[in-house]
């Protein structure tokens, strides 16, 4: 049996995904047995960048506002510089980012997916990593930041950029394989 097989996880993108802070992660979750579910805030196909450059397009297979939490057992939140910014004004994202915290499931995000969490006001008193230029936001939003190539929290992973891949998917499918955190905590800011 696979590690996550029975395991249905959901990653958030929208149009601007870093190409391979999407594609990665798929990967390795269905390498170990995952359902996946792209999840986003228009239906179709949304476009990947590779940096600067445009990339592909990958099928969305769900809207976020057809989607709930209660079907998955973790959530993902690849980076990019358009993917966080479109994701974190939309309502249905924050409250779907909100919910996977309150049932304490296990949350993934990397490079400047944490923004998304930072509008969500889920980072306060929370270890953390983000992009260079997103870790004093992190800080400002009140989460203990580190510049490492992977920080856990208590079913929260967070990496800094592609190159942190390889040890963000290890963390995450771990994580993801445990399940439920009891610390894991909606920590609205004050």
Known sequence: MSKLENKKIAIVAADGFEQVELTSPLDALKKEGAEIHVISIKSGEITGFNHMERGDSIKVEKE????DI???DGVVIPGGLFNPDALRRDEKVIAFVRSAF?????VAAICHGPQVLITAEVVKGRKMTGFS?????LKNAGAEVSDEEVVVDHGL???RNPDDLPAFNKKMIEEFCEGEHARQKKSIAA
């Open 64 to 67: 976020i506002a057809d989607a």
């Open 70 to 72: 209660n079907d998955y």
């Open 102 to 106: 309150a049932k304490k499931l296990p």
């Open 133 to 137: 230029a997103i870790q004093p936001d």
């Open 157 to 159: 992973v967070t990496s």
